[in-house]
């Protein structure tokens, strides 16, 4: 990834839905900057692809962190032109709220809402600069259902939605698309083994999210899918 070539910038890439992003991508030959706390298996996911791994740049970041945030944002730009951000990082607790831990709120809250908030602020003056970007984030069907022992999690997604909404309005008239994929129960290690012995037959998989989330993102016409809710076909768990 040495010329300065346009590339997708994806968080959250170690494992699950973000992992399946960065290997489709990588197969349609886009070239993908890959973020996650877990280096380790970034370099794992790097030397499965094999051939294609001329694809992918990884780099160790925690999102809650906004100097390792926009550091890293400078370093990026140093080889490449972040055409598209991909916001996936993201934890949670399964939690009654008064069962949550200060230390649990603000690492939630830190990773899931100021991380994507921090990501965007990172690339905004240059997608404003060039009058072009895609900024995508990966929400959860809580913003749109009440769901019992997820108070936190629901928190910083429904704090993003509305972030990401009021950005959209304010960055229409520099050509910028801001989307939010909204899934509901997905097969990744976010859930209790249990949960997943349980349900994993009707959950939906990180393979069916990617494939929306590249679609959405090849759209060159005049037409922007700004918000897409995806579940199961026989509905939340």
Same mark, same amino acid.
């Given at each position: 990834m !040495?010329?300065k070539?346009? /590339?997708i910038?994806l968080?959250?890439a170690?494992?699950g839905i =973000?992992k399946?992003?960065?290997?489709?991508?990588v197969? +349609?030959n #886009? +070239?993908?900057v $890959?973020? !996650?706390?877990?280096?380790?298996?970034?370099?794992?996911l790097?030397?499965?692809?094999?051939s294609?791994?001329r694809?992918?740049?990884?780099?160790k970041?925690?999102?809650?962190?906004?100097?390792e945030v926009?550091?890293?944002?400078?370093e990026i730009k140093k080889?490449?032109?972040?055409? $598209?951000?991909?916001?996936n990082?993201?934890?949670?607790?399964?939690?009654?709220a008064?069962?949550d831990?200060?230390?649990?709120?603000?690492?939630i809250i830190?990773?899931n809402?100021?991380?994507s908030i921090?990501?965007i602020?990172?690339?905004?003056p240059?997608?404003?600069?060039? +009058? #072009? =970007?895609?900024?995508?984030?990966?929400?959860? /069907? /809580? &913003?749109?259902k009440?769901?019992?022992n997820?108070s /936190?999690?629901?928190?910083?997604k429904? =704090?993003l939605l509305?972030?990401?909404?009021?950005?959209r309005e304010?960055?229409?008239? #520099?050509n910028i698309?801001?989307?939010?994929?909204?899934p509901?129960?997905?097969?990744?290690p976010?859930?209790?083994?249990?949960?997943?012995e349980?349900?994993s037959q009707r959950?939906m998989?990180?393979?069916?999210i990617? +494939?929306?989330?590249?679609?959405v993102?090849s759209l060159? &016409?005049n037409?922007?899918?700004?918000e897409i809710?995806l579940?199961?076909?026989? =509905?939340d768990l």
């Amino acid at each position: 990834m !040495s010329d300065k070539s346009k /590339v997708i910038w994806l968080t959250g890439a170690s494992s699950g839905i =973000g992992k399946t992003i960065a290997e489709l991508f990588v197969k +349609k030959n #886009h +070239k993908v900057v $890959c973020c !996650s706390r877990n280096i380790d298996k970034l370099k794992k996911l790097k030397s499965e692809l094999e051939s294609d791994s001329r694809l992918i740049k990884i780099y160790k970041l925690d999102v809650a962190n906004p100097n390792e945030v926009f550091d890293t944002y400078q370093e990026i730009k140093k080889e490449a032109d972040i055409d $598209c951000l991909i916001n996936n990082a993201g934890i949670t607790s399964f939690n009654a709220a008064k069962d949550d831990s200060v230390e649990e709120i603000r690492k939630i809250i830190e990773t899931n809402l100021l991380g994507s908030i921090y990501t965007i602020k990172a690339v905004l003056p240059d997608f404003i600069k060039k +009058k #072009h =970007g895609t900024i995508i984030n990966i929400l959860s /069907v /809580v &913003t749109k259902k009440i769901f019992e022992n997820s108070s /936190v999690y629901s928190a910083s997604k429904q =704090g993003l939605l509305a972030y990401t909404n009021v950005l959209r309005e304010e960055v229409r008239e #520099h050509n910028i698309r801001v989307i939010n994929i909204i899934p509901g129960a997905t097969k990744t290690p976010i859930w209790s083994n249990d949960i997943l012995e349980k349900y994993s037959q009707r959950m939906m998989t990180p393979n069916d999210i990617s +494939k929306i989330v590249f679609d959405v993102f090849s759209l060159n &016409t005049n037409i922007v899918a700004e918000e897409i809710v995806l579940r199961p076909i026989k =509905g939340d768990l």
